[in-house]
């Protein structure tokens, strides 16, 4: 009797052994590719002066929210506009397309092209490195009885393609110390914002002001406080002549490095 005892309690351990190695196992492995979005919406459209009047030469033409741009991005950002030709009358001019008669003594076809001025609407509320005496274009239209560089457009002078540096405009962010709240916008969407006016909304207006002669008052060099008017930089030169000039405006969303 005590060897059957025996016996039976070592079959069933030899049993229990033999349940345990029924196993099995894999592995799933999970990839994320995190695209990172920045994506600019734009009414861009050509915009056009037509100066025919002489108040309109005196007084300059405004155009009120000729264009509106929107902000998607899902990184910190920068917004900035630089204005472009593609120099046939020399780097930093208006393009010329037609000129209408004659070139008449005193007479020059060398616009600045920091002769169109720009306010937004939003202001830049990311732009605590900014070092310039303007910031963004937020201030309002200068009279024209006091030329101010406060609304020219940004002109990339040594035409190097880089940012402006931190004593130049943006739009919204800034160049500088890196970081949220010092020069760059978080993420986010003009989709989830509330309001017409909001940090990834921007409306813009442009002007541009001949004057009486036409020397474009209004134009100073990126730094705002330096006049790029004809009459302080083109020597014996003292008005335009007329005729039909162009120019582009490139606006740039990047990344916040």
Do not use: C
Request: proline share 6%; net charge negative; no cysteine.
């Amino acid at each position: 009797m005590r060897k059957l005892q025996l016996l039976a309690i070592a079959l069933l351990a030899s049993i229990s052994w033999s349940r345990a190695q029924l196993h099995g196992e894999s592995d799933l492995t999970a990839t994320m590719d995190l695209q990172p979005i920045l994506t600019l919406n734009t009414n861009v459209s050509n915009v056009e002066f037509v100066f025919d009047e002489f108040t309109d030469y005196a007084s300059g033409i405004t155009q009120y929210g000729a264009t509106v741009l929107k902000v998607t991005s899902t990184v910190n950002w920068d917004l900035y506009a630089v204005a472009s030709s593609s120099g046939n009358t020399g780097p930093g001019y208006w393009d010329v397309q037609t000129q209408y008669g004659q070139t008449a003594s005193g007479a020059t076809n060398k616009i600045p092209l920091a002769a169109l001025e720009i306010h937004q609407q939003t202001p830049n509320n990311y732009a605590a490195a900014a070092t310039g005496t303007y910031r963004d274009y937020s201030a309002p239209f200068p009279p024209v009885y006091a030329p101010a560089g406060s609304n020219s457009i940004y002109v990339d002078m040594t035409n190097s393609g880089l940012p402006p540096a931190s004593n130049h405009k943006y739009i919204a962010g800034h160049a500088g110390i890196t970081g949220v709240g010092n020069d760059a916008v978080s993420g986010g969407s003009y989709l989830n914002a509330t309001g017409g006016s909001n940090d990834y909304y921007y409306a813009l207006d442009y002007r541009i002001v001949p004057g009486v002669p036409a020397v474009f008052p209004m134009a100073y060099q990126p730094d705002g406080v330096t006049p790029m008017s004809i009459s302080s930089t083109q020597g014996a030169a003292t008005y335009l002549q007329p005729g039909i000039y162009t120019m582009s405006v490139k606006f740039v969303l990047l990344e916040d490095q």
